[in-house]
């Protein structure tokens, strides 16, 4: 049986860290489901990850949802929560309950992540939550606001920190079963898991969380662009290059040897 909202809500109770990762097709399911995490979250990342585009705005909700169900398909265990794409909720509650109603009928999803706490945001959560469907907030460095907030750390001055940790409250009451804090002050994130009765998860936000999730690609050294927050436990993306490379270089030796150049065709040199 998959975990359970309430599963992660005990484990918060209990002191134990909660661990995620991303997942976005079947192959990265396998891999974050044998991890034995406790969150997959087919995040709106894999736009970056795995469509090759600079931000995650272009996905789309029919995307989003085919890489779920490639996912669902490997996910045995861990929570799995997906997220709701750019467009797919700020522009009313209808719609939010619409798109998230897709993952929940067409995937194996048990819940939705949404960026932010705009007022409109806030009435599509709790439309969503009224619905049934439960709900991650997320905070801090929220990438489909890129345009307006950058890459970079965000709520360092005390304004803003003030301002972001009434936003946390807010989700909470508003019925959020846990909050993604990215990118932000360790001290602000730590002061939130103390605060908040529910699930803290940290990217980039210290150490002092009830969970931790990572874009599995970053993790894997498979990204051109790593966070600064992430060191790789692997260099990936080197490792596979290397292997292919040499798999291509013992092909065309092989051929060198068991195919002799035809009468008047030079051989091919092996670069
Ligand atoms: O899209 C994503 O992968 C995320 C994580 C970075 C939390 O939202």
Redesign the pocket.
């Known amino acids: 049986m998959p975990l359970t909202i309430r599963d992660l809500q005990d484990y918060k109770r209990q002191g134990r860290i909660i661990t995620a990762l991303?997942a976005w097709d079947a192959l990265s399911g396998a891999w974050v489901d044998a991890s034995g995490c406790d969150m997959v979250?087919v995040?709106?990342?894999l736009a970056m990850v795995s469509l090759g585009h600079p931000t995650?705005l272009p996905v789309s909700l029919g995307a989003m949802v085919h890489h779920a169900q490639a996912v669902g398909r490997t996910i045995h265990r861990p929570l799995l929560v997906a997220?709701l794409p750019f467009l797919s909720y700020q522009c009313g509650a209808e719609q939010a309950v619409a798109a998230a109603g897709r993952f929940l009928k067409e995937t194996p999803c048990q819940a939705v992540?949404l960026e932010g706490a705009e007022p409109e945001t806030m009435a599509a959560i709790s439309r969503l939550v009224r619905t049934g469907i439960p709900v991650m907030g997320?905070l801090g460095l929220t990438?489909q606001s890129v345009h307006r907030l950058g890459w970079g750390r965000q709520a360092c001055s005390a304004p803003d920190q003030e301002q972001l940790r009434q936003k946390a409250l807010d989700l909470q009451q508003q019925g959020c079963f846990a909050l993604?804090l990215?990118h932000i002050p360790a001290v602000l994130a730590g002061g939130l898991r103390r605060e908040l009765d529910i699930p803290v998860i940290g990217?980039g936000a210290g150490p002092d969380c009830d969970g931790q999730?990572l874009?599995t690609a970053d993790l894997l050294g498979l990204t051109a662009r790593q966070p600064p927050f992430v060191k790789p436990r692997l260099q990936g993306a080197e490792m596979f290059k290397q292997a292919l490379q040499g798999w291509c270089h013992e092909q065309r030796h092989q051929g060198q040897t068991t195919h002799p150049p035809k009468e008047g065709n030079p051989p091919t040199p092996d670069c």
């Open positions: 991303t979250l995040g709106d990342s995650t997220d992540k997320h990438p993604v990215e990217i999730i874009v």
